[in-house]
T-cell receptor, first 113, second 108 residues
Framework: NAGVTQTPKFQVLKTGQSMTLQCAQD?????MYWYRQDPGMGLRLIYY???????DKGEVPNGYNVSRLNKREFSLRLESAAPSQTSVYFC????????????FGPGTRLTVT | KNEVEQSPQNLTAQEGEFITINCSYS?????LHWLQQHPGGGIVSLFM???GKKKHGRLIATINIQEKHSSLHITASHPRDSAVYIC??????????FGEGTQLTVNP
């Protein structure tokens, strides 16, 4: 099993460009999450999905959109990238309930110039 | 004040030492998590606990619900334990809130 996979691993964007970060899990988990990690700050929740077909905002949703394409896949879209979105992005998943033990992807390092 | 506070922020130890990292939280929780982030960036869940104590190899996690406090202990520390250790809590809405992490360096 691959666990949680993310693509791409690295990305550089210019201000105003758009992109989609892809995430997939093969553990048949119901819940999936997108976090960002910035220096000097803890991981912060951007969006989460408690089950296929549902999505909810987290702590820092502005500037992002998500799609829970099916049970396996949860994508994060930046419509018009800004330098403030330079960060490391992690996707995670958990079984039965939201807030359960989480399994993380390897992360995507995004730089917006 | 952050909902989840960790101490210390940085910790340097000699190989073989007993290490303690502390986590305090200010909200009601249903579970507390300890995570490890290696220099390469990957994050791994070490423990999820809601009461008492859990042990896995040289790692021990304890939680005191009344005092809103948890500790992560590492016995017989080794340089490969060098990593960032992150405390997180499952609070209202079942979402996780994370501490800023403790950078641990174990020297040979």
């Amino acid at each position: 099993n691959a666990g949680v996979t993310q693509t791409p691993k690295f990305q550089v964007l210019k201000t105003g460009q758009s992109m989609t970060l892809q995430c997939a899990q093969d553990m048949n988990h119901n819940s999936m999450y997108w976090y960002r990690q910035d220096p000097g700050m803890g991981l912060r929740l951007i969006y989460y999905s408690a089950s296929e077909g549902t999505t909810d905002k987290g702590e820092v949703p502005n500037g992002y959109n998500v799609s829970r394409l099916n049970k396996r896949e949860f994508s994060l879209r930046l419509e018009s990238a800004a330098p403030s979105q330079t960060s490391v992005y992690f996707c995670a998943s958990s079984g039965a309930a939201v807030g359960g033990e989480q399994y993380f992807g390897p992360g995507t390092r995004l730089t917006v110039t | 004040k952050n909902e989840v506070e960790q101490s210390p922020q940085n910790l340097t130890a000699q190989e073989g030492e007993f290490i303690t990292i502390n986590c305090s939280y200010s909200v009601g929780i249903s579970a507390l998590h300890w995570l490890q982030q290696h220099p390469g960036g990957g994050i791994v869940s070490l423990f999820m606990l809601s009461s008492g104590k859990k042990k896995h190899g040289r790692l021990i996690a304890t939680i005191n619900i009344q005092e809103k406090h948890s500790s992560l202990h590492i016995t017989a520390s080794h340089p490969r334990d060098s990593a960032v250790y992150i405390c997180a809590v499952t609070g209202s809405g079942s979402r996780l809130t994370f501490g800023e992490g403790t950078q641990l360096t174990v020297n040979p």
